[in-house]
C-alpha cells in the first residue's frame, strides 16, 4: 500500500473573538428572562443617558473555560474539525473524587481530565496531547480525537502546566513538587523535567544545517517509493538483514533466504524447514524461535526459542548453518553448573556480525547481562558433532542482586551496551566493565521494550508502547574533551531527550491497542558515517523520522512547545496489515539517487521494499 505524510491535523478555524460573543450570550440569556416592553425602556433610558454596555457588566466566564471540539472523516479528503461544546469547562480530578470509577482498576488514584460530560480521560501519555501554542490549543486522543482552544494565553499555560503535573503523579505516586522531581530524576537530569534549565549546546554541536535546511520539512525533500512487494509465506516472527548477499526472515515453517539488491531485497525461493508447520520444532518440540542472531560472516545463525509462550526467555539456542541449512547444534546456557535463562542476545559491537571468526555474543536476562563463548576455555571451538549438549561458557559478566528488570540491549561500533529497563531508564555501560553503568538516564514513566545506539555511540534512541525517546550522550569533561556518556559519568551539562510520537490523528488511526515497537536507526557500521534516519513500527503503520531535522533545535516542530521537545515531522508506510518489522538495510545498499539504503517491511504476509529518493516525482 502507499505512504503519506504525518497529518498535522486541520486549522480550527472559527476567531478568538467568539470568546467575547460567548460572554455576550451570557448576557442574553440573563436578559431574556424581562419581558420586552421592558427591555425598550431600559434601552431607551441608556441611550437617553448615553451610556454604552461596559465589559465589567458583561458575565465572566467559567472557571477553565474551553471550546470543545471532534475531528471526523479520519485522513478522508473530507476530514474536518466540528465544534462539540462551545459553552465548557476542564477539571483534573481524581478518579476516587468524581464518583466514576470505570478504569480498570478501581483501587488505584489517579488524575483524570474531565471536559464537560463528554470527555474524561486518565491523564497518561496514552492521551499523545499535542500543543499548538500559537493557537493556544491542544489536540489529544480519547475515545476519538479532540481539541481544546483556550481563552487567553495565560489559560493555555495554565492547562499544560497542571496536565505535566497531574502526569508525573500518576507515574510517580508523588506530589509535582521541585523537591519530588530532585527526588525522582536527580539534580543532574533535572533539566528532564525542566527542559530550560538544560544544555542544549550538544544538541546544536550535533546539527550540521544551513538555515535554508532547517526551514525544509523533509516531506518536501525526500519520496518513498515502493520497489517490491512478495509473499512471505505467513507467520513471520522476525526479520534479520544481511550486509552481505542476503537477508533472512523466521516464520513459522522456517528460515527464508532473500537477496540483497540496491532496492531492496528479492526472495530466493531458498528456505530452511525446521519444523513440521505447527508451531513446533519437530524433534525439539519448542515453539517458533522468537530471536534470530547472524554470525560468523552471516553465514550461521543463532535462534532463540521461548520456554513458555507469550514469554522472551529461554534456556538455549540452535545453530542453524546457512551454507548447508542444517541445524548444526544446540547450545544451553549455563553458569556455574546451573541452567541460567535469557530473555534476549545480540552481537558483541555494531559490524561483528561480519566477522567470520567471531565466536561470543552477549545476553540478558532481568537481572543479568553477560558475555556467551561457544569455544573451550582453552580457546578452541568445541567440537559440536562430539558433544551431545555443549555448554556456551560465561565468559564474563554480572548478575545484579537488586530489580534491575531489564528489557532490551544494543552495542555501539566499539562493543559499549545501552540496555533499557521496565522502569524507565536507559543504562550506559563502557565495553570494559558490564558491573557498573557509566551512566543512567532516568526514565520518564513508561517502559523501555526496545532500544538502538548510534555506530559512535552519540545518540540513543529507547522505544516506549506512545512515543519514542532520543538522548544524545555527549558531554564535555573537567579537561574540556568531548566524550560519550559510555566513557564517563556525564555530571552535571546533561541535556535533555527530545521524544518521537504520532500526532493525536495518526495516534487514533493507529488503534488503541497498537504500540510503538522496534525503533531503529538506520544501518552503518563504519566510522566516520552517521545514521540518516530512524523508523518505528505501530500498528498498520512504518514510521520514519529524518535524523537531523529532529536534531535540529530550529526545527518547526519545537516552536511554541512547553516541556521535552516533541517532533512530529514523519513519513508514514502503510500497510494492509500489521506490520511486523521495518528496519533500512545497510548503508552499502543506498544508490547515488537516495540519501538513504532502502527500507525493508514485513508483515505476516507480505515482505516489502521501499527506497527513498532524494528527486521530487511529478
Known amino acids: 500500500m502507499g505512504t503519506s505524510q504525518s497529518r498535522e491535523g486541520l486549522e480550527v478555524t472559527d476567531s478568538d473573538s467568539d470568546y467575547e460573543e460567548e460572554q455576550e450570550h451570557c448576557e442574553d440569556a440573563q436578559t431574556n428572562t424581562v419581558s420586552k416592553p421592558q427591555l425598550d425602556d431600559i434601552d431607551a433610558k441608556l441611550k437617553a443617558l448615553k451610556l454604552k454596555y461596559s465589559n465589567s457588566q458583561t458575565t465572566p466566564l467559567p472557571v477553565n ?19 462539540s461544546d462551545k459553552h465548557t469547562s476542564y477539571a483534573f480530578v481524581k478518579n476516587d473524587d468524581d464518583g466514576d470509577q470505570n478504569d480498570d482498576d478501581e483501587t488505584d488514584s489517579f488524575y483524570v481530565l474531565k471536559v464537560g460530560s463528554k470527555v474524561r480521560a486518565r491523564v497518561s501519555t496514552e492521551m499523545q496531547l499535542k ?55 536527580g539534580k543532574e537530569f533535572i533539566g528532564w523535567v525542566k527542559p530550560e534549565a538544560a544544555d542544549d549546546s550538544m544538541w546544536e554541536d550535533a546539527d550540521d544545517f544551513s538555515s535554508e535546511k532547517a526551514k525544509t ?39 527464508h533466504v532473500y537477496r540483497n539488491f540496491e532496492r531492496g531485497i528479492h526472495g530466493k525461493g531458498v528456505a530452511v524447514k525446521f519444523n513440521s508447520g505447527d508451531g513446533k520444532f519437530s524433534d525439539l518440540g519448542e515453539h517458533t524461535p522468537n530471536k534470530a542472531l547472524l554470525m560468523r560472516a552471516e553465514t550461521n545463525m543463532m535462534l532463540m526459542s521461548p520456554m513458555n509462550e507469550g514469554k522472551p526467555h529461554g534456556s538455549k ?52 547481562l553477560c558475555q556467551w563463548d561457544m569455544r573451550e576455555r582453552k580457546g578452541m571451538v568445541q567440537s559440536l558433532a562430539m558433544a551431545n549438549s555443549p555448554v556456551l561458557h560465561w565468559t564474563q559478566g554480572h548478575q545484579f542482586s537488586r530489580g534491575t528488570n531489564f528489557q532490551c540491549f544494543a552495542t555501539t561500533g566499539d562493543g559499549s551496551i545501552v540496555v533499557g529497563s521496565l522502569d524507565g531508564k536507559i543504562r550506559l555501560y563502557s565495553k570494559t566493565s558490564m558491573r557498573q553503568a557509566k551512566t543512567a538516564f532516568p526514565g520518564l514513566g513508561s517502559p523501555i521494550t526496545h532500544v538502538d545506539v548510534t555506530y559512535d555511540g552519540k545518540w540513543v534512541l529507547g522505544t516506549t508502547d506512545t512515543y519514542l525517546v532520543l538522548i544524545c550522550t555527549l558531554f564535555t569533561d573537567k579537561d574540556g574533551k568531548t566524550k560519550t556518556g559510555f566513557s564517563g559519568r556525564m555530571g552535571n551539562r546533561i541535556p535533555a531527550p527530545r521524544l518521537l510520537k504520532l500526532t493525536p490523528l495518526d495516534s487514533h488511526l493507529a488503534g488503541a491497542n497498537n504500540k510503538f515497537h522496534g525503533g531503529h536507526f538506520s544501518w552503518v557500521t563504519e566510522s566516520g558515517k552517521q545514521e540518516r534516519h530512524l ?23 519545537y516552536r511554541n512547545q512547553q516541556g521535552l521537545k516533541s517532533c512530529y515531522c514523519y513519513k508514514i508506510v502503510l500497510k494492509d496489515e500489521s506490520i511486523v518489522e521495518s528496519r533500512f538495510m545497510h548503508d552499502k545498499f543506498a544508490v547515488s539517487d537516495s540519501p538513504e539504503a532502502p527500507l525493508v517491511v514485513a508483515t505476516p504476509m507480505k515482505v516489502s521494499s521501499f527506497s527513498l529518493s532524494g528527486k521530487k516525482h511529478g
Open 317 to 368: 539456542l540452535h545453530q542453524l548453518d546457512i551454507e548447508t541449512g542444517k541445524i548444526v547444534s544446540e547450545w544451553k546456557f549455563e553458569k556455574d553448573g546451573v541452567d541460567v535463562m535469557m530473555r534476549d542476545i545480540t552481537n558483541d559491537t555494531k559490524g561483528s556480525q561480519l566477522d567470520p571468526s567471531e565466536s561470543t555474543f552477549l545476553g540478558l536476562d532481568d537481572n543479568r
Open 131 to 185: 500543543m499548538f501554542g500559537d493557537q493556544r490549543r491542544v489536540d489529544f486522543v480519547s475515545n476519538g480525537v479532540w481539541a481544546l482552544k483556550f481563552p487567553t494565553d495565560e489559560a493555555y499555560r495554565k492547562f499544560i502546566t497542571e496536565f505535566q503535573d497531574c502526569i508525573f503523579e500518576n507515574v510517580y505516586n508523588l506530589e509535582a513538587t521541585e523537591e519530588n522531581k530532585v527526588k525522582i530524576y
Open 217 to 255: 520539512p523533509v516531506r518536501d525533500r525526500e519520496n518513498l517509493m515502493e520497489e517490491f512487494e512478495e509473499a512471505a509465506n505467513g507467520g513471520v516472527h522476525s526479520l534479520s538483514l544481511g550486509a552481505l548477499d542476503n537477508s533472512f526472515l523466521v516464520n513459522d515453517t522456517g528460515v
Open 65 to 83: 473555560a474551553v471550546k470543545l471540539y471532534l475531528h471526523i472523516g479520519g485522513n478522508a479528503p473530507n476530514a474536518k474539525w466540528i465544534l
Open 535 to 557: 523508523v518505528a513500527t505501530v500498528g498498520k503503520f512504518s514510521v520514519i523520522w529524518d535524523f537531523q531535522q529532529v536534531k535540529n533545535s530550529a526545527h518547526e516542530c
